[in-house]
């Protein structure tokens, strides 16, 4: 007997961009937003009306996504950024400063910009592999130091994780967190992907045993054409 297929509640298109609503007076900090799917999702929320402050690595690159979100979207787009290596936890430090002076209200923070299949083995500025100290430790560590802004603005946390979390050890490999004796460029990145979801998972469940007004979420990309992969 064939079964019936679930529909989709939201059409058989999904989710797509033009079912955003009004983000008018809504300040939206996001990770990596100067390139790829966080490009993109900067742009959307532009568009609908937000206000966003990219965190990214590269200087001459996040001015010219400043600038071309700005043509795109129109001069008057609120859009600027703060320089953040989450390879360099003193960068990380420093930007979360920024972050508690200059941004009064966060009202969605998403944890986007990654590295992935790093050919060999390698380390952060501290010491970290350095598919987790990025993915990972980096944006641990930002969310630890804005927490308290978050919960102030009753923030949404969004985790950008990925299906690969399945594809690796799918757990953590904590007598081995670097990988020294199996470091493999896709299982490593899956290994970062896994703990990324862990930490969301976990962080749901101690701000809802706090009754903090924030909210947690993961979600899965999908796959893209992108400067990742």
Not at 84 to 92: I, K, N
């Amino acid at each position: 007997m064939k079964t019936m297929a679930k529909a989709n509640p939201f059409g058989p298109k999904g989710w797509t961009p033009d079912r955003v609503g009004d983000l008018t007076g809504k300040t939206i900090v996001i990770t990596g937003g100067n390139a790829g799917a966080g490009f993109e999702a900067s742009r959307i929320f532009l568009s609908k009306g937000a206000s966003v402050v990219m965190l990214n690595r590269s200087v001459p690159k996040s001015e010219a996504a400043v600038a071309d979100l700005k043509k795109i979207v129109g001069a008057n787009a609120d859009v600027r950024f703060i320089p953040m290596d989450l390879a360099d936890l003193a960068s990380v430090r420093a930007a979360a400063d920024r972050i508690n002076e200059e941004i009064p209200q966060i009202d969605v923070f998403i944890e986007n910009a990654a590295i992935a299949q790093v050919a060999t083995q390698k380390f952060t500025k501290d010491g970290f592999e350095s598919q987790l100290g990025t993915n990972r430790y980096g944006h641990f560590l930002l969310t630890r130091l804005v927490f308290d802004r978050l919960v102030a603005s009753k923030a949404r946390i969004i985790v950008v994780g990925s299906g690969g979390h399945k594809m690796g050890l799918k757990r953590l490999q904590l007598d081995d967190m670097d990988f020294d004796k199996n470091y493999n460029p896709h299982i490593t990145y899956c290994h970062s992907k896994f703990a990324q979801m862990m930490f969301a998972y976990e962080l749901e469940r101690r701000v809802k045993a706090a009754n903090l007004p924030v909210s947690v979420h993961v979600c899965h990309p999908g796959m893209a054409k992108t400067t990742l992969a």
